[in-house]
């Protein structure tokens, strides 16, 4: 299941949807007007799910998902730092999961603890992608 923690319009859900039909997606959006859009564009398919809500104040654990997307949905580093420790403490001798980071400060990333990169492509600090897994 992949976790995509403020979703938006939901095209990241929806690519991911395209390659991988057979997989179940969640989204949760903070901001009613993304979410109502997000809710309408994916209501005929039964793999989606689609919540309003502020992830960084719900126990998202209960999705027991394999892969978490973020495109940057903080308020600011601090906040980012500690979502990633908790959720990497509460995952490190569990399971294997995949984060996917998109337009991040990438030094922000590479510091982080119990986590390495799989794959990183940046054109500038804060423009690029990477994904990582639990350091086990």
Same mark, same amino acid.
Do not use: W
């Given at each position: 299941?992949?976790?995509?923690?403020?979703?938006? +319009?939901?095209?990241?859900?929806?690519?991911?949807?395209?390659?991988? +039909?057979? *997989?179940?997606?969640?989204? !949760?959006?903070?901001? =009613?007007?993304?979410?109502?859009?997000?809710?309408?564009?994916? *209501?005929?398919?039964?793999?989606?799910?689609?919540?309003?809500?502020?992830?960084?104040?719900?126990?998202?654990?209960?999705?027991? =998902?394999?892969?978490?997307?973020?495109?940057?949905?903080?308020?600011?580093? =601090?906040?980012?730092?500690?979502?990633?420790?908790?959720?990497?403490?509460?995952?490190?001798?569990?399971?294997?999961?995949?984060?996917?980071? !998109?337009?991040?400060?990438?030094?922000?990333? %590479?510091?982080? %603890?119990?986590?390495?990169?799989?794959?990183?492509?940046?054109?500038?600090?804060?423009?690029?992608? =990477?994904?990582?897994?639990?350091?086990?």
């Amino acid at each position: 299941k992949l976790l995509d923690l403020g979703c938006g +319009s939901g095209r990241v859900i929806e690519f991911f949807n395209k390659n991988f +039909s057979n *997989k179940n997606f969640m989204g !949760v959006e903070y901001f =009613s007007n993304q979410y109502d859009y997000s809710r309408k564009i994916f *209501k005929e398919e039964k793999n989606i799910k689609i919540i309003q809500a502020d992830f960084t104040k719900m126990d998202f654990f209960q999705y027991d =998902s394999d892969c978490y997307f973020f495109n940057d949905p903080f308020k600011n580093s =601090s906040e980012f730092i500690e979502f990633m420790e908790k959720t990497t403490n509460f995952y490190l001798n569990k399971k294997n999961v995949l984060f996917i980071f !998109v337009n991040f400060n990438k030094k922000i990333i %590479e510091n982080l %603890e119990n986590i390495r990169c799989i794959e990183s492509h940046y054109i500038s600090e804060k423009k690029g992608y =990477s994904i990582y897994c639990l350091d086990k």
